[in-house]
């Protein structure tokens, strides 16, 4: 379900529409509590971290999500509404204290550059 969601919101023909936004965001986020209950602790070790986390479920679903704000991002404006869900499912994401949470503080330190593209201020909040 998650390489599918990611797909979605990749694909620059035939993504995901925007009606069908609002059904593939609770979708992720129902699969998000299953990664919180069910994903395995990170290894002690890796050579690259943030290879280690996008491989993993809850690592596609953070591209999900962050490819999901971006697409949204040029028209926030009107876009308000399904953008706010996404930054809380992030922020939940990045509190918690379960493996897959270690992976979402991960990817979005991975992701600075697209956050800063997106908002020159970002850091700044």
Same mark, same amino acid.
């Given at each position: 379900m998650s390489s599918r969601l990611k797909g979605a919101v990749e694909r620059k023909e035939d993504g995901l529409p925007v009606n069908l936004?609002? #059904?593939? =965001?609770a979708q992720a986020n129902a699969v998000w509590a299953a990664c919180v209950t069910h994903e395995h602790s990170l290894p002690e070790e890796a050579e690259n971290w943030v290879t280690v986390a996008i491989n993993r479920t809850s690592g596609y679903l953070l591209d999900f999500y962050f490819e999901a704000f971006r697409l949204l991002w040029p028209n926030r404006a009107m876009e308000q509404a399904r953008? /706010?869900? %996404?930054l809380q499912a992030l922020e939940a994401a990045i509190n918690g204290d379960r493996p897959a949470s270690e992976v979402a503080r991960i990817l979005v330190a991975a992701k600075a #550059? =697209? =956050?800063a593209d %997106?908002? /020159?201020g970002w850091q700044l909040r």
């Open positions: 936004f609002d #059904a593939a =965001l953008m /706010q869900p %996404i #550059a =697209l =956050l %997106i908002s /020159q």
